[in-house]
């Protein structure tokens, strides 16, 4: 197999790259003079193909497919298994997610693959007996699992897309190969473990897997075996999709759903479907934009939120009004997602109203350019903490103009923490992504209304935006992020700094970011976001709070010179690598 290579202007390697970039990085959040920015733009470029993950080994196996002549879809599909393996806390079988596609030809498609409720959840499933919105049922219980959507997806979009040149099973050896052998273990893995030891140490079959014998977290160093999980993924790769959603691994999940309280049974198993949607698409100062339709509310906020940019100058250098209108688009967008946004199976969604030009005018003529507008002047509200990295994104492009963008998690680190027992797979908690009762906030501090009520069979409302911008119709930006609610606005934040801003890809994703979710009416900003600018956002109005970092969004920017990567400084292990 030939070794992936980063074609650089200066032969580095990629840790030496990552430790620039981080150097650059620091340099840059100390000194933010344009000189320094500029010095701290450089990304890898490559001319045939570019796979941009949270984790190095499965950035590896998408650049190792890529060079056998695979497409940017058949790299997705290999490394979305081996993420399941190497990045156990995002990565995922048991979870769900979206997979936007551009194909060289011109077409534009979305895999729907989130996971959906099992036929015993009703709007009534995650209230205590006072008819409180009760979280310890939603997020922590059994009865918070959705039927997984990962193996459905990853296998249409390989049917409907892959080259032709690899099998499934092709694409799912180098996991079962990392599942079986073992992965070592880095300080991000084991932190990661420490924080959530609870969740992890509830489940006994959990706990066999990713604790040592005596209950501690293994260490840095360590080897993580995960030998059930790969049995598993051979028998998928061996007999497809069927032999997760039917047959023994099904009922396995079904009977360790069902002895942990929950409700899922084989029936619900059988009955799931990946989707294949068209994606929202708008328009952006004559990019296109292509991103994730419902039940993601992802590109509907996305395009709400440029519409809205799209009528003011960005390009200049007054960062405070770039940040305050981005923000007075947020807090409208994160409003409209709270009363429309739910499973488009179920309820109208208005798409074509959210996504309009029209719209955005009428909302950017409420806005004051020097006043902040309260929450409370747009609609009624919840609460938010910064989430960490507990989903993950991926962005992919190939040498034959193909792009994937593909965001998938388990909602929480670990997901609930269950592993089904004889299978290896951590189960999600996506079912908290429900309104559990009009109002109440998730766990994200995200609120919802009847449209996202839960309900048998359907798919919680999501944040996830894997977008594509196309310039004349080629693939221009690949982009996305985990962070729960900021996920959206992330991805805004990347395109605005590039589109407007002039900015590199590196310090595109750099940038300190702020992100307003309506509810509650707060600004959350990153600690690099200067002071000067906090302040003349708070003199206007605004509430601003400042957190840890959050958000990580693996991008690739499309160039003459060739593909650029840029692997978020946020996520320790991120990675870009082309070839
Ligand atoms: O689908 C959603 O919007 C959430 N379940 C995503 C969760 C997430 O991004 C957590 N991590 N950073």
Same mark, same amino acid.
């Given at each position: 197999?030939?070794?992936?290579?980063?074609?650089?202007?200066?032969?580095?390697?990629?840790f030496?790259?990552?430790?620039?970039l981080?150097?650059?990085?620091?340099?840059?959040?100390?000194?933010?003079?344009?000189?320094?920015?500029?010095?701290?733009?450089?990304?890898?470029?490559?001319?045939?193909?570019?796979?941009?993950?949270?984790?190095? #080994?499965a950035?590896?196996?998408g650049?190792?497919?890529?060079?056998?002549?695979?497409?940017?879809?058949?790299?997705?599909?290999?490394?979305?298994?081996?993420?399941?393996?190497?990045?156990?806390?995002?990565?995922?079988?048991?979870?769900?997610?979206? +997979?936007?596609?551009?194909?060289?030809?011109?077409?534009?498609?979305?895999?729907?693959?989130?996971?959906?409720?099992?036929?015993?959840?009703?709007?009534?499933?995650?209230?205590?007996?006072? *008819?409180?919105a009760?979280?310890?049922?939603?997020?922590?219980?059994?009865?918070?699992?959705?039927?997984?959507?990962?193996?459905?997806?990853?296998?249409?979009?390989?049917?409907?897309?892959?080259?032709?040149r690899?099998?499934?099973?092709?694409?799912?050896?180098?996991?079962?190969?990392?599942?079986?052998?073992?992965?070592?273990?880095?300080?991000d893995?084991?932190?990661?473990?420490?924080?959530?030891?609870?969740?992890?140490?509830?489940?006994?079959?959990?706990?066999?897997?990713?604790?040592?014998?005596?209950?501690?977290?293994?260490?840095?160093?360590?080897?993580?075996?995960?030998?059930?999980?790969?049995?598993?993924?051979?028998?998928?790769?061996?007999?497809?999709?069927?032999?997760?959603?039917?047959?023994?691994?099904?009922?396995?999940?079904?009977?360790?759903?069902?002895?942990?309280?929950?409700?899922?049974?084989?029936?619900?198993?059988?009955?799931?479907?990946?989707?294949?949607?068209?994606?929202?698409?708008?328009?952006?100062?004559?990019?296109?934009?292509?991103? +994730?339709?419902?039940?993601?509310?992802?590109?509907?906020?996305?395009?709400?939120?440029?519409?809205?940019?799209?009528?003011?100058?960005?390009?200049?250098?007054?960062?405070?009004?770039?940040?305050?209108?981005?923000?007075?688009? +947020?807090?409208?967008?994160?409003?409209?997602?709270?009363?429309?946004?739910?499973?488009?199976?179920?309820?109208?969604?208005?798409?074509t109203?959210?996504?309009?030009?029209?719209?955005?005018?009428?909302? #950017?003529?409420?806005?004051?350019?020097?006043?902040?507008?309260?929450?409370?002047?747009?609609?009624?509200?919840?609460?938010?903490?910064?989430? *960490?990295?507990?989903?993950?994104?991926?962005?992919?492009?190939?040498?034959?103009?193909?792009?994937?963008?593909?965001?998938?998690?388990?909602?929480?680190?670990?997901?609930?923490g269950?592993?089904?027992?004889?299978?290896?797979?951590?189960?999600?908690?996506?079912?908290?992504?429900?309104?559990?009762?009009?109002?109440?906030?998730?766990?994200?501090?995200?609120?919802?209304?009847?449209?996202?009520?839960?309900?048998?069979?359907?798919?919680?409302?999501?944040?996830?935006?894997?977008?594509?911008?196309?310039?004349?119709?080629?693939?221009?930006?690949?982009?996305?992020?985990?962070g729960?609610?900021?996920?959206?606005?992330?991805?805004?934040?990347?395109?605005?700094?590039?589109?407007?801003?002039? +900015?590199?890809?590196?310090?595109?994703?750099?940038?300190?970011?702020?992100?307003?979710?309506?509810?509650?009416?707060?600004?959350?900003?990153?600690?690099?976001?200067?002071?000067?600018?906090?302040?003349?956002?708070?003199?206007?109005?605004?509430?601003?709070?400042?957190? #840890?970092?959050?958000?990580?969004?693996?991008?690739?920017?499309?160039?003459?010179?060739?593909?650029?990567?840029?692997?978020?400084?946020?996520?320790?292990?991120a990675?870009?690598?082309?070839?």
């Amino acid at each position: 197999m030939v070794k992936p290579r980063i074609c650089l202007p200066r032969p580095l390697t990629c840790f030496v790259l990552a430790i620039t970039l981080a150097f650059s990085l620091s340099v840059r959040a100390e000194d933010r003079s344009p000189d320094v920015a500029i010095a701290a733009a450089q990304g890898p470029v490559a001319q045939n193909g570019m796979v941009v993950a949270q984790e190095a #080994r499965a950035a590896h196996i998408g650049v190792d497919i890529l060079q056998q002549g695979g497409n940017a879809v058949d790299a997705a599909v290999a490394v979305g298994f081996a993420l399941a393996v190497s990045y156990p806390r995002a990565g995922n079988i048991g979870g769900g997610g979206f +997979m936007v596609i551009h194909l060289a030809d011109g077409t534009d498609t979305a895999i729907d693959y989130r996971e959906t409720a099992p036929a015993a959840i009703n709007a009534k499933s995650f209230l205590d007996a006072q *008819g409180n919105a009760d979280p310890q049922k939603s997020r922590f219980s059994a009865l918070g699992i959705g039927v997984p959507g990962t193996v459905a997806g990853l296998a249409l979009a390989e049917k409907e897309y892959g080259s032709g040149r690899f099998t499934l099973a092709d694409l799912v050896a180098p996991a079962i190969a990392m599942a079986r052998d073992g992965i070592t273990l880095d300080d991000d893995i084991t932190n990661e473990q420490t924080n959530i030891l609870a969740r992890l140490a509830h489940w006994p079959a959990s706990a066999k897997i990713f604790l040592k014998p005596d209950g501690s977290v293994l260490a840095a160093g360590d080897r993580l075996m995960q030998t059930d999980l790969a049995d598993t993924l051979q028998s998928v790769a061996r007999d497809g999709p069927d032999a997760f959603y039917q047959g023994p691994i099904a009922w396995k999940i079904a009977a360790a759903v069902q002895a942990a309280g929950g409700v899922m049974t084989v029936d619900d198993l059988k009955d799931y479907h990946a989707i294949e949607r068209t994606p929202v698409r708008g328009s952006y100062r004559g990019y296109d934009v292509v991103s +994730m339709p419902p039940p993601s509310s992802g590109g509907v906020e996305l395009l709400e939120m440029l519409n809205i940019l799209e009528g003011y100058d960005l390009a200049h250098d007054d960062e405070t009004q770039t940040l305050f209108l981005m923000i007075e688009a +947020m807090k409208r967008a994160y409003a409209d997602r709270a009363l429309f946004l739910g499973d488009p199976e179920t309820v109208k969604v208005p798409v074509t109203k959210l996504v309009s030009k029209s719209y955005a005018a009428d909302l #950017r003529a409420g806005i004051d350019p020097e006043h902040a507008t309260p929450a409370r002047a747009i609609r009624a509200g919840g609460d938010s903490d910064p989430e *960490g990295h507990n989903t993950t994104h991926f962005s992919i492009v190939d040498r034959f103009g193909n792009a994937v963008s593909n965001t998938y998690t388990l909602n929480f680190s670990y997901g609930v923490g269950l592993v089904a027992d004889g299978t290896g797979i951590l189960l999600n908690n996506e079912l908290d992504d429900f309104a559990a009762k009009p109002e109440a906030p998730n766990a994200y501090g995200l609120i919802g209304f009847e449209a996202n009520e839960p309900g048998p069979g359907k798919r919680p409302v999501s944040s996830m935006t894997p977008t594509i911008v196309l310039k004349d119709g080629k693939p221009f930006l690949v982009t996305g992020s985990p962070g729960g609610s900021r996920i959206t606005t992330a991805v805004l934040q990347v395109i605005v700094n590039v589109i407007d801003r002039g +900015m590199s890809i590196a310090d595109a994703v750099a940038a300190p970011r702020v992100h307003n979710q309506w509810q509650p009416d707060q600004v959350f900003a990153e600690p690099a976001a200067p002071a000067d600018v906090i302040a003349a956002l708070q003199a206007r109005g605004d509430k601003v709070v400042q957190q #840890r970092p959050f958000t990580s969004a693996e991008s690739i920017l499309i160039t003459p010179e060739g593909f650029i990567g840029a692997a978020d400084p946020r996520s320790h292990g991120a990675l870009a690598v082309g070839y």
